[in-house]
């Protein structure tokens, strides 16, 4: 019998942090608020993601965001995630949201709307590995908490960079990497490419999580076998 959850070997890391379960909500703006959060981890999301937050906003206008950083212990494991395609800003936000003791920061290298990539933000940050290295070693050398990414394979079908990003991340002490497997040319269309995330995971030593297009039992698992990945991230199908 298991009389408590230190008798539960955790699934994976975040840093030192334990994760126990290996399916979890992805971040997605104007739903994971924190009632949509509480209710994922009750059915067993084994970690919550806020909606994403502009590094811009919360260093000029930190009203704007109060509402998307307030949590509940339950919502626990919890991470902060921020986008801006300026490494500053990224950093300095970062180091200011750390003070609401969240349990880890992620940052935003996958969303694929125009207004956010075309700025060079979001997916638009991946042309940029650079610039990927400089926010992930710095943030590792000056930030308390671990700091952690989500990406898609690239800019578009002839600017598939993920293994350059995720050498970049993994190296300047990111500790886990979302890999929604697409380009930000596809964004949610065509079929998601599952033998790169199993390449990425074959590369890499900290822990991979899938996501993209999963609806089912059957899709989880589907994805768990073909990709080794660590857990599996659900977005649209959550809602």
């Not at 626990?76 to 500053?88: G, L, W």
């Not at 042309?127 to 800019?155: M, N, V």
């Not at 790169?196 to 899709?219: L, M, Y």
């Amino acid at each position: 019998m298991i009389n408590s959850i230190k008798d539960i070997k955790p699934s994976f890391y975040i840093g030192e942090k334990p994760i126990y379960g290996n399916t979890l909500h992805a971040p997605m703006d104007g739903y994971t608020d924190s009632p949509f959060r509480v209710i994922a981890r009750e059915y067993g999301s084994a970690l919550t993601y806020t909606e994403f937050m502009n590094a811009n906003d919360i260093l000029t206008k930190p009203e704007i965001i109060q509402h998307k950083i307030i949590f509940s212990e339950n919502e626990r494991p919890i991470a902060f995630q921020v986008y801006d395609e300026e490494p500053s800003r990224i950093i300095s936000a970062c180091l200011f949201l750390a003070q609401y003791q969240p349990d880890f920061l992620d940052i935003n290298m996958g969303c694929s709307t125009p207004t956010v990539s075309g700025r060079g933000a979001g997916a638009g940050l991946l042309k940029e590995p650079k610039k990927i290295a400089l926010i992930f070693s710095q943030l590792s050398r000056e930030c308390p908490l671990p700091i952690t990414a989500k990406i898609r394979l690239g800019w578009d079908s002839s600017f598939k960079n993920y293994l350059e990003v995720t050498k970049a991340i993994e190296e300047n002490g990111g500790k886990l990497i979302a890999i929604h497997a697409r380009t930000r040319q596809q964004g949610m269309r065509g079929k998601v490419d599952l033998d790169a995330i199993a390449e990425i995971k074959q590369h890499s030593r900290i822990p991979i999580i899938g996501n993209g297009d999963i609806f089912s039992v059957q899709g989880i698992d589907q994805m768990k076998s073909t990709t080794g990945c660590d857990a599996v991230m659900i977005g649209r199908g959550t809602i």
